[in-house]
C-alpha cells in the first residue's frame, strides 16, 4: 500500500513536469538555454529531459516497469536536487530558473526542500521495491516484478 502511494505522489509531481515542457517546448527551450552551462548541453537537455520523465512516466504507469520509474525518478531528483544545492551554495552568479508549473511561484530554497521530499520519497519508493524484489526472488517475474 505503502509503494502505492508513493508510486501515485510521483505521478502526481512527474505528469504536470512533463506535460508544462511539451505543451510550451519553446519556453521550455528558452529556459533551458538561459541555464548556466554550455548551449552543447543545453540543447542534449531539451530532448533529454522530456523523454526521461515521460519514461518516468510510463515505468510508473506498467507495474512490471516500476523498479525503473522508481530509479529513473530518484537519479533525476537527484541531479535536480544537487543542481539546485549548488545554487543555494552560490556556484553561480545568475540563476535564471526553468521551474515547470508545478513549482513556478517557489523561492530556490523552497524549490530545493521540494526536491529533497521527492527525491526521499522516490529513494524510499526504490528501497521498498528493492525489499518487495528481494523478498520475492525467484518467483519475481511472476508476481509482475521485474525479475
Known amino acids: 500500500m505503502r509503494l502505492k502511494i508513493i508510486i501515485l505522489l510521483l505521478l502526481a509531481l512527474w505528469i504536470p513536469v512533463f506535460l508544462d515542457k511539451i505543451i510550451d517546448f519553446t519556453v521550455f527551450k528558452t529556459e533551458i538555454l538561459r541555464q548556466p ?3 552543447k548541453l543545453g540543447y542534449i537537455l531539451i530532448y533529454t529531459l522530456p523523454v526521461l520523465e515521460g519514461l518516468t512516466i510510463l515505468f510508473l504507469l506498467m507495474v512490471r516497469m516500476q523498479y525503473y520509474g522508481l530509479l529513473l525518478s530518484l537519479l533525476l531528483m537527484t541531479i535536480f536536487t ?3 544545492g549548488l545554487a543555494l551554495l552560490g556556484a553561480w552568479e545568475k ?3 526553468s521551474c515547470g508549473s508545478v513549482i513556478s511561484g517557489m523561492s530556490w530554497r523552497q524549490h530545493f526542500l521540494f526536491n529533497l521530499f ?3 520519497l522516490s529513494g524510499w519508493g526504490f528501497y521498498l521495491m528493492q525489499r518487495k524484489r528481494s523478498s ?3 518467483g519475481g517475474a511472476a508476481k509482475g516484478l521485474p525479475a
Open 95 to 97: 540563476l535564471p530558473c
Open 82 to 84: 544537487v543542481y539546485i
Open 136 to 138: 520475492n526472488a525467484g
Open 118 to 120: 521527492f527525491t526521499a
Open 37 to 39: 552551462f554550455s548551449d
